[in-house]
């Protein structure tokens, strides 16, 4: 019973630091929310030892609302099943959280994201 308390805790914990990003991110003075439908934040597995960060999503990312869903997603998965991996063992995101138009984010950003990122996942 006490690894049942344990385990829910930890979920809850994952799952509180899971919602702090989406208001983090939504409260951002940010003009891609302005033109994003979803905010796409990741896919797979949370603990996973593997992390893939693509660029930015792109239009079928932002109606799914999950990153890597268009081409770049299916030749992921063909890639992640020739080693026998699949979405279930790596964790998915992007450098930016919503559609940005085709624009190349700039330093900056990556920089502001990548901080981000890395205090989500060390959580």
Not at 28 to 39: P, R
Request: aromatic residues 8%; charged residues 25%; positive net charge.
């Amino acid at each position: 019973m006490k690894e049942s308390k344990k385990t829910e805790k930890i979920i809850e914990s994952k799952l509180a630091a899971i919602n702090n990003l989406k208001s983090l991110i939504l409260d951002l003075d940010c003009s891609l929310k302005d033109v994003a439908t979803n905010l796409v934040l990741y896919d797979g597995n949370y603990d996973a030892n593997i992390m893939f960060i693509g660029e930015a999503p792109g239009a079928n990312e932002d109606i799914d609302g999950k990153p890597f869903v268009g081409e770049a997603g299916k030749l992921l998965d063909k890639m992640l099943s020739f080693i026998n991996l699949s979405r279930n063992n790596i964790y998915i995101t992007n450098m930016v959280f919503g559609v940005h138009r085709n624009r190349t984010p700039n330093e900056k950003k990556y920089q502001f994201v990548f901080h981000i990122l890395k205090t989500y996942k060390n959580n």
